[in-house]
């Protein structure tokens, strides 16, 4: 399971804002999720970025959500998420999804 650099980003964001409570600090509590067996960061290359400017079809202008589809589809990998507006862009068939 990879799990993209922005996400990591939009979770410190939400602890930040006090949107998101974890039982520890941000930092440690991604360092720890980081190290189970079979995950990994997907990083922010030039290829998801230029993608995230070229994605297909209807998709909204959150640079975030952007470069979590960007990912998911220059990897070859679904996006999990409960996002209505990344489900309602997945159903579009331009990025695989799966529900969370």
Do not use: C
């Not at 939009?10 to 930040?16: D, H, P, Q, R, T």
């Not at 070859?76 to 999804?97: C, E, P």
């Amino acid at each position: 399971m990879r799990i993209s650099v922005i996400s990591i980003w939009e979770l410190a964001m939400l602890v930040k804002r006090g949107r998101v409570a974890l039982p520890m600090n941000v930092r440690a509590w991604v360092e720890q999720a980081l190290s189970k067996p079979g995950i990994a960061v997907a990083p922010l290359t030039p290829e998801i970025a230029i993608e995230s400017g070229h994605l297909p079809g209807e998709m909204h202008g959150d640079p975030a959500d952007r470069m979590l589809v960007a990912t998911a589809r220059v990897l070859g990998a679904k996006l999990v998420t409960k996002d209505a507006q990344l489900i309602r862009y997945s159903r579009q068939r331009h990025v695989r999804s799966l529900e969370a």
